[in-house]
């Protein structure tokens, strides 16, 4: 743990999963939305999956993340499978680096996790050229730095509920 770095309260699981739900509604009703689905939007799910298998590896990992991704690949109507590998391989990455990234500041984090999401629209965006789709263009670069850009929001929203001051006690100094 950093110098100075406040003590967390743990994360409760109603949060949890209730923010990787949230994020799935959010990139559903951004695929239905005014620029439809459009390359260069950021992806909700993949920021809030990446934050929680950062942050709660033991809770949100790999299979949470196929999970999430078949969810995506059914409402995209996209091939069976496509966000699954991607979100998979992103999870993967996140959970092979989540202890030296905890020792990041929150901006030095955002270009940390920049690569993972760069591999995950790669993946994408290889499966679907694969399947016989169309590159979706230059766009498509886009997104992950928008992702990463976001990171810094994401955290600071999510970590919320665990900073909240635990019950004063006498007996306790934190």
């Not at 100075?4 to 409760?12: R, V, Y």
């Not at 990787?20 to 959010?26: E, G």
């Not at 091939?79 to 999870?91: F, V």
């Amino acid at each position: 743990m950093r110098r100075g770095q406040q003590l967390l309260l743990p994360a409760k699981g109603w949060f949890v999963f209730g923010s990787l739900i949230a994020a799935l509604l959010l990139n559903m009703i951004q695929g239905m939305g005014l620029w439809g689905r459009a390359a260069w939007t950021p992806d909700a799910l993949a920021l809030v999956l990446v934050f929680w298998t950062v942050h709660q590896p033991l809770r949100v990992g790999v299979g949470v993340a196929f999970a999430m991704g078949l969810l995506m690949d059914v409402h995209q109507g996209a091939m069976l499978g496509q966000h699954a590998l991607a979100y998979t391989a992103m999870s993967y990455l996140a959970v092979a680096i989540h202890r030296r990234l905890l020792w990041f500041s929150v901006p030095s984090q955002a270009l940390q996790v920049l690569p993972l999401f760069v591999v995950s629209h790669a993946i994408a965006v290889l499966v679907r050229l694969i399947a016989g789709g169309t590159f979706p263009g230059l766009p498509v670069l886009l997104a992950p730095l928008l992702e990463s850009l976001l990171w810094p929001v994401v955290s600071v929203i999510l970590l919320m509920p665990q900073r909240r001051a635990p019950d004063p006690d006498a007996h306790r100094p934190l």
